[in-house]
């Protein structure tokens, strides 16, 4: 190609990350979840209480309120890739590494039946429903700002006192 000339163009991936977590104060019967979901310099923030609950509860929950989000809002095809970060191996062991051992077994382990079970498939399902969304584990409690950030929102939810 005489007197032709290839320019450099560059791609951006927009990846949209989710931060999840949930947690479950005794003292106060009160459990919560939330998640941070950002793009860009973009933020969206969802926080829920749940009175006498579990932390895994409130852990699932979390990562579930996060694909309902992406759901709802029709956002998948606005990225590139969808990547929900959680700090329970718990969870996303669950919905990833033994789900299939589950389902063969018919939600049984060694120790009785899978706790959780209805709320883990009805996250499973949504789940599923997308293309795009990777689960991924990242440490808790460690240098991950926006893990620490959504740790301490749903921390401070489940400060308030409830109502007997």
């Known amino acids: 190609m005489k007197g032709g000339r290839y320019a450099a163009t560059s791609f951006?991936?927009?990846?949209?990350s989710i931060h999840t977590d949930g947690s479950y104060r005794a003292?106060?019967?009160l459990g919560a979840w939330g998640f941070i979901a950002t793009y860009d310099d973009n933020e969206f923030t969802?926080?829920?209480?749940?009175?006498?609950?579990?932390?895994?509860?409130?852990?699932?929950?979390?990562v579930k309120a996060a694909?309902?989000?992406?759901?709802?809002?029709?956002?998948?095809?606005?990225?590139?890739e969808i990547i929900i970060y959680c700090d329970s191996t718990y969870v996303v062991n669950s919905?990833?590494?033994?789900?299939?051992?589950?389902?063969k077994k018919n939600f049984r382990t060694a120790s009785g039946p899978v706790k959780n079970k209805e709320l883990l498939e009805s996250?499973?399902?949504?789940?599923?429903?997308?293309?795009?969304?990777?689960?991924?584990?990242?440490?808790?409690?460690?240098?991950n700002r926006l893990n620490n950030k959504v740790?301490?929102?749903?921390?401070?939810?489940?400060?308030?006192?409830t109502s007997d």
Do not use: C, P, S, Y
């Open 67 to 80: 694909l309902e989000f992406i759901i709802d809002f029709d956002i998948e095809d606005q990225f590139e």
């Open 151 to 161: 740790d301490r929102l749903v921390q401070e939810a489940t400060k308030k006192k």
């Open 123 to 143: 996250t499973k399902e949504l789940l599923d429903k997308t293309n795009k969304v990777k689960l991924q584990w990242v440490k808790g409690h460690a240098d």
């Open 95 to 103: 919905l990833t590494l033994w789900w299939d051992g589950w389902v």
């Open 27 to 29: 003292k106060t019967k």
């Open 12 to 16: 951006l991936v927009m990846t949209l």
């Open 46 to 62: 969802q926080v829920g209480e749940v009175a006498d609950t579990t932390n895994n509860v409130m852990e699932i929950q979390a």
